[in-house]
C-alpha cells in the first residue's frame, strides 16, 4: 500500500506564491509517475499537473502553465508544486496521486482513473 500526504495549503491573496508537498510512504517506489488534480466547489476534479517518474518530463493544464511548476525528488519521496501568481480560480482542495510507471503515461496523465494511490487533499484558498 502507499500513502500520499499533501502539505503546505492555505489562504493566500490573488498575486501571491505558495508551495504544495506531496509526501510519500509505504510500498512507494521510485517509478511512480505523478501528479496533482485539484476540485473546486460545485466541479468536478481536474488535471493540474504531472511529472514523470524520474522528473525528466512534465505536463500541465493550460490555465497554469507558466505560473505553476511540478517537480519530484525521488531520495525523500516527495514530490512539489510550486505556485505563482496565484488567482482566485485557482482555490480548490488540491490532491497528490501517484501511478505505477507505465509506458504510455505520456498519453494518459490527464486522467484521474490512470492513477493508483490518492491522497486526502489540502486546501488552498485564493482571496480577490
Known amino acids: 500500500q502507499v500513502q500520499l500526504v499533501e502539505s503546505g495549503g492555505g489562504l493566500v491573496q490573488t498575486g501571491d506564491s505558495l508551495t504544495l508537498s506531496c509526501s510519500a510512504s509505504?510500498?512507494?517506489?521510485?517509478?511512480?509517475?505523478m501528479a496533482w488534480f485539484r476540485q473546486a466547489p460545485g466541479k468536478e476534479r481536474e488535471f493540474v499537473a504531472s511529472?514523470?517518474?524520474?522528473?525528466?518530463?512534465?505536463w500541465y493544464t493550460d490555465s497554469v502553465k507558466g505560473r505553476f511548476t511540478v517537480s519530484k525528488d525521488n531520495a525523500v519521496n516527495t514530490m512539489t508544486l510550486q505556485m505563482t501568481d496565484l488567482k482566485y480560480e485557482d482555490t480548490a482542495i488540491y490532491y497528490c496521486?501517484?501511478?505505477?510507471?507505465?509506458?504510455?503515461?505520456?498519453?494518459?496523465?490527464?486522467?484521474?482513473?490512470?492513477?493508483?494511490?490518492w491522497g486526502q487533499g489540502t486546501q488552498v484558498t485564493v482571496s480577490s
Open positions: 496521486a501517484a501511478a505505477d510507471h507505465n509506458p504510455n503515461h505520456y498519453l494518459n496523465y490527464f486522467q484521474a482513473p490512470w492513477y493508483d494511490y
Open positions: 509505504g510500498r512507494i517506489s521510485r517509478r511512480n509517475d
Open positions: 511529472v514523470s517518474w524520474d522528473g525528466g518530463s512534465t
